[in-house]
């Protein structure tokens, strides 16, 4: 059995003290890669420290998360372009737009969001696109750039039957599924019972989002089996072709770019 971890942030501090043993529990239930999205300008040494640790089991992507964008959003993303044009990665991420802790800086959100966009064309790679709050501004900022030139995957999916609908619209992104899936009360068991199996991704968000039975304790990408364990019940096949369906997704998705 094999798992692909598409979204985890093992590169801070939480992970300081037990990275190898965090990648051994990781490896013991059959992850073979971990995909870990850039945060900002200030993530960048430990981001790369992380893969250099095992460059064959971690992929880099590199971005800045909406949550770090300030008014000075060009110069933030000069340093990340840099990095970005610098090194090899397989996507650009995590990006996107959140309106949940602070609307202030909506219009630079935007902006810096429709900027890295036109990166993923202009580099051929997919995004990883976090959108708290904010899937129609999400949805309207890839159509204006290009929705049939970009592809990606709309990470920690936790939304209605038609926000799903709406992502699944656009014909070339999928749908990230962590911890939030094994929450009774999120509801996201049903929205995601009929979701086309080609279209989803298995993630962890570590240290974020645990899944149950370790709900509120330090998430680890050991704990997508828990992930996998849910939706195989939901979809009513074994672990495995879980495992199988959505480590071939994301091989498709970041093929380009090693994911193979």
């Known amino acids: 059995m ?4 598409t979204h985890a942030h093992l590169f801070l501090e939480e992970f300081k003290s037990d990275i190898d043993a965090v990648v051994t529990r990781a490896r013991s239930v059959g992850v073979e890669k971990v995909l870990l999205p850039n945060i900002d300008e200030t993530t960048l040494a430990d ?12 992929y880099p992507m590199m971005g800045l998360h909406p949550t770090s964008v300030t008014k000075e959003w060009k110069q933030q993303l000069e ?9 090899a990665y397989v996507a650009i991420g995590e990006i996107g737009i959140d ?4 609307r202030s800086l909506r219009a630079e959100q935007l902006s810096a969001f429709e900027e890295q966009l ?5 580099r051929d790679l997919p995004v990883s696109i976090h959108f708290r709050n904010a899937v129609d501004e999400v949805i309207r900022c890839i ?15 936790g939304g209605s039957k038609e926000e799903l609908q709406q992502i699944l619209e656009l014909k070339q ?6 911890g939030v899936v094994t929450f009774k009360n999120s509801g996201l068991a049903a929205t995601v019972a009929d979701c086309p199996r080609e279209r989803v991704l298995l993630e962890t968000d570590a240290p974020y989002l645990a899944p149950v039975p370790y709900r509120g304790k330090r998430n680890e990408s050991s704990y997508i089996s828990h992930v996998a364990t849910m939706l195989a019940s939901i979809w009513q096949m074994s672990v495995e072709q879980v495992a199988d369906i959505t480590s071939e997704n994301a091989i498709r998705l970041f093929n380009r770019t090693g994911g193979e």
């Open 2 to 5: 094999r798992f692909i971890d």
């Open 47 to 58: 981001l790369k420290t992380t893969v250099a640790y095992d460059p064959l089991f971690f």
């Open 79 to 87: 340093l990340i372009g840099e990095e970005l044009d610098s090194d």
């Open 99 to 102: 309106l949940y802790w602070d």
């Open 118 to 122: 036109r990166w993923s064309i202009e």
């Open 143 to 157: 159509k204006r750039v290009g929705s049939d030139r970009l592809r990606g995957v709309f990470h920690s999916f």
């Open 173 to 178: 992104f999928m749908i990230g599924i962590n």
